[in-house]
């Protein structure tokens, strides 16, 4: 499930940028999507894992999805 979600990410992220060559609204547009997307999948995640939301599995689900992305922007 996450290499399948890094897949969609990395795709979106191709295509935002090519939007902000091209279009700056496009850009924005994007992100806001991009973002929808995001905490989509965490919420989802935290459901099928917990059947409860509360804010600590909550932000631990964001980091586990967030952590190959700043591994490699770092």
Same mark, same amino acid.
């Given at each position: 499930?996450?290499?399948?979600? /890094?897949? *969609? @990410?990395?795709? #979106? %992220? $191709? &295509?935002?940028?090519?939007?902000?060559? +091209?279009?700056?609204?496009?850009?924005?547009?994007? /992100?806001? *999507? @991009?973002?929808? #997307? %995001? $905490? &989509?999948?965490?919420?989802?995640?935290? +459901?099928?894992?917990?059947?409860?939301?509360?804010?600590?599995?909550? @932000?631990?689900?964001?980091?586990? &999805?967030?952590?190959?992305?700043?591994?490699?922007?770092?």
């Amino acid at each position: 499930m996450t290499i399948i979600l /890094l897949i *969609i @990410l990395s795709i #979106i %992220f $191709l &295509i935002l940028a090519i939007c902000w060559k +091209l279009f700056r609204t496009a850009f924005r547009v994007g /992100l806001f *999507i @991009l973002i929808s #997307i %995001f $905490l &989509i999948a965490v919420t989802s995640k935290s +459901l099928i894992i917990d059947h409860t939301l509360n804010q600590d599995t909550f @932000l631990n689900n964001a980091r586990s &999805i967030l952590n190959p992305i700043f591994y490699f922007v770092d």
